[in-house]
T-cell receptor, first 113, second 113 residues
Framework: DQQVKQNSPSLSVQEGRISILNCDYT??????FLWYKKYPAEGPTFLIS?????DKNEDGRFTVFLNKSAKHLSLHIVPSQPGDSAVYFC????????????FGTGTRLKVLA | ETGVTQSPTHLIKTRGQQVTLRCSSQ?????VSWYQQALGQGPQFIFQ???????GRGNFPPRFSGLQFPNYSSELNVNALELDDSALYLC????????????FGSGTRLTVV
C-alpha cells in the first residue's frame, strides 16, 4: 500500500521556467511533510518542509503548497536552474520530530539549459 | 561540522551470507535511522536508534538488526542475505525532536548474487 505517491516519474523544464512537482498521500494522520533532493551517488538532502497547520511555506526559489482536503502537496521551483536537475522525493510523517518518514518513489527533474 | 559517513560504499555478497554496514552520524545528532532504497523506489524505513535503543521499526524481518554505540555511530546487520536485499542502504542522523529532517549519508550499495 503506497501511502505517498509521486505519479510523475520524470519532468523536463526549460531553464528559467517554473517546475511543479506533485505528491499525493492517503493517510490523514500525516501532519508533517518534507521534500528531499537527491543527486546521483549522494544521499538525499533536505529541501523544505511544511506542517499541516499551514498551506504554504516558502524558502527562496522553493515553495511547498499543501492541500489537506485533497491530500496533495506540490513543490514549485521558480526560476528553475540546471543545477536543480535531480530526483525529488516527498516524504510524510506524524509530528515534526524525526521518526518514520514515508517516502514517495521520486520524480526525476531535468532542467534544460 | 562533519556530515554522515557510511562504509563501505559498495559491497557484493552471496545469497545466505551476512553483512554489516557502518554509519557515523553527524556531530551533535543523537538519533540514527536506516532506510533501504531499492531501484526505482523511494527510501523505506528499516528502523531507528535513539540512545542506543531501537526506537521504532518498519516492515522488515528480524534478520535485519542494528546497533547504536555511545558515540551515536551505528551498524546495520543483515543475516541470511536474499537476492531482494540488493539495494542502496541509507543511514540518516538527526535530533529526535528536530524539525529539519534527516541528514543522510551517501549510502552503501549492496549487491547480493
Amino acid at each position: 500500500d503506497q501511502q505517498v505517491k509521486q505519479n510523475s516519474p520524470s519532468l523536463s523544464v526549460q531553464e528559467g521556467r517554473i517546475s511543479i512537482l506533485n505528491c499525493d498521500y492517503t493517510n490523514s494522520m500525516f501532519d508533517y511533510f518534507l521534500w528531499y533532493k537527491k543527486y546521483p551517488a549522494e544521499g538525499p538532502t533536505f529541501l523544505i518542509s511544511i506542517s499541516s497547520i499551514k498551506d504554504k511555506n516558502e524558502d527562496g526559489r522553493f515553495t511547498v503548497f499543501l492541500n489537506k482536503s485533497a491530500k496533495h502537496l506540490s513543490l514549485h521551483i521558480v526560476p528553475s536552474q540546471p543545477g536543480d536537475s535531480a530526483v525529488y522525493f516527498c516524504a510524510a510523517t506524524r509530528g515534526e520530530g524525526t521518526y518514520k518518514y514515508i517516502f514517495g518513489t521520486g520524480t526525476r527533474l531535468k532542467v534544460l539549459a | 561540522e562533519t556530515g554522515v559517513t557510511q562504509s563501505p560504499t559498495h559491497l557484493i555478497k552471496t545469497r545466505g551470507q551476512q553483512v554489516t554496514l557502518r554509519c557515523s552520524s553527524q556531530s551533535g545528532h543523537n538519533t540514527v535511522s536506516w532506510y533501504q532504497q531499492a531501484l526505482g523506489q523511494g527510501p523505506q524505513f528499516i528502523f531507528q536508534y535513539y540512545r542506543e535503543e531501537e526506537n521504532g521499526r518498519g516492515n522488515f524481518p528480524p534478520r535485519f538488526s542494528g546497533l547504536q554505540f555511545p558515540n551515536y555511530s551505528s551498524e546495520l546487520n543483515v543475516n541470511a542475505l536474499e537476492l531482494d536485499d540488493s539495494a542502496l542502504y541509507l543511514c540518516a542522523s538527526s535530533n529526535l525532536q528536530g524539525a529539519d529532517g534527516y541528514t543522510f549519508g551517501s549510502g552503501t550499495r549492496l549487491t547480493v548474487v
